[in-house]
């Protein structure tokens, strides 16, 4: 009789976690669907809506429906690219067989790349301004600022690969590079206007 009732016991013990467990993956999954969600809206109204999503769904969890960590994950996303780029482009204008001009236009790029990723670490370092400020708009715009100096860049290093002077195969893959996180930057910059609007 009591094995019985301690088999019982541990039965109803057993349903009862089970049905905790259920309940919070639903709440988790439905959370998780309402980030996503979030950041698919959001995106919409960016000029490259598909790669704004593509670039930031992973960081759902984070951002959750914060229109304030969104516009930062999209401004670390962009961050990190452009590293990677101006990484990979130090490299490239390092090799041989390049035509003079080439190897200017890469120079030029390396340096308009570094002054977006300087420019693109202080619009983030301004953004974490703004629990200690009181004054939104200033920062917003630096921000803002900021932003659109480092699309300016990245535009300049993409205008050095025109024309056909250039060789092909460098050309494309220099411009696909820029191109993309020129893209992500117009991103970023569309949702850190949303942002401002929304406190503005």
Known sequence: MERSSALANLATTLLFCLAICSY???IS???A???TEFIRTSCSKTTYPRLCYTSLSSHATLVQTSPK???GAA???TLDKARSTSTMMVRLSRARGMKPREVGAMRD???ELSSAVDELRQS???MGEIKRSSNFGLIMNDVQTWV???LTDETTCSDGFAGSMMNGNVKTVVRNEIVTIAHLTSNALALINHYASLRG
């Open 109 to 111: 790029c390396v340096e």
């Open 33 to 35: 669907s309402t980030n």
């Open 69 to 71: 960590l969104l516009a």
């Open 75 to 77: 401004l670390t996303v």
């Open 24 to 26: 919070t993956i639903s």
């Open 148 to 150: 659109s100096a480092a």
């Open 124 to 126: 983030i370092n301004e």
């Open 29 to 31: 999954s439905a959370q």
